[in-house]
């Protein structure tokens, strides 16, 4: 016997209603899905990223931003960029003088020895502004490295290391020069709009600290100032050209007093060779250690500071 199987009315009317359900339900994935599977975009660079055509900070500035938004402040350059700092007032009122603090090189102002540096010195009435501190390239970088010979003894033959295809079109002299000046340009110009804002909120600048490569530019800034503040370098790292004329620098101009906390012997050789320049005001502390200078460090190397900073 065939039997047949009975499809009710209700069961026959309820399955258009399922099907229209499916597609409405896939026509709502489909775009999710699209959505999903679409590249992200890439953010625009931000201006204070741009460093006239060197490189871009890549210090993450946009996380200190949100981490400490208390603190944060973005500072207006000249070339229309900007560049964040991080502002700590003083702990306890009245305060004893602002301080400028420049990181190491590829620190930012809260990262390495910058940013418990700065709370400690805020925590001995000191307000403090600090910035980061972004590398050259690497092309700037290996030229800057580089001992330069005095004129009268370059050779016209190029040098042996010069011939690799990384690095023969940044050793013209004309594009060797523009680039470190446009790189030393824009740090200057950070100090510069730092201490501008030390001003607006009528704090006395009384010092520039500049931690390891940071020690270049607090030099080169200090000694443009018809009144300059006092100098501390933390663990200088010199480069050679700047070392090699950092006497006849500080011989020509007025800073103050220069201390140095150093972890070996080249801060007393710097002392005597200073010494014999005639430069006055420098001395030297030996933090007994040959190790870089870490974040746990900041309150020792803070004592240090705010002791030398006391009135004579």
Known sequence: ?????TISRNGYR???????????LAGSVL?????????PETPAQSPANEVRGVVSSGLGEW??????????????????????????????????????????????????LAGTLARELAHR????????????????????????????????EPSPDTGSPATIDVMAPDAVDDLEVAYREHIREELVAGAAELGK?????????????????????????????????VGPKFYPHDASRLAATLE?????????????????????GLKRARV?????QSMGSYAPFVSRDGKALAGRISAWLKPE
């Not at 016997?1 to 199987?5: A, C, E, L, P």
């Not at 996380?63 to 500072?75: E, I, K, S, T, Y």
């Not at 007032?89 to 590829?106: H, K, N, Q, V, Y």
């Not at 000191?126 to 050779?155: D, K």
Request: proline share 9%.
């Open 1 to 5: 016997m065939r039997r047949f199987r």
């Open 14 to 24: 309820r399955r258009p209603a399922g099907w229209l359900l499916a597609l409405a």
């Open 31 to 39: 775009p999710a899905a699209a959505k999903e599977n679409k590249a």
């Open 63 to 112: 996380g200190l931003n949100q981490r400490f938004p208390d603190a944060a402040l973005w500072l207006d350059l000249e070339d229309d960029s900007r560049t964040l700092a991080l502002f700590w007032p003083e702990m306890e009122p009245p305060a004893r003088g602002a301080l400028i603090i420049l990181a190491d090189e590829g620190e930012n102002a809260e990262s390495g």
């Open 125 to 156: 009435k000191f307000a403090v502004l600090a910035l980061g501190l972004e590398p050259p390239s690497a092309a700037l970088e290996q030229i800057m490295e580089r001992p330069r010979p005095t004129p009268e003894l370059q050779s016209e």
């Open 201 to 233: 909120r009528e704090y006395e600048l009384i010092g520039v600290i500049g931690i390891g490569r940071g020690g270049n530019h607090v030099v080169a800034y200090a000694v443009e100032l018809e009144t300059p503040p006092a100098l501390i370098w």
């Open 252 to 272: 020509k101009a007025s800073v103050p007093r220069i201390l140095e906390l150093s972890l070996s012997d080249t801060g007393e050789q710097r002392e005597a």
């Open 280 to 284: 006055p005001g420098f001395s030297v």
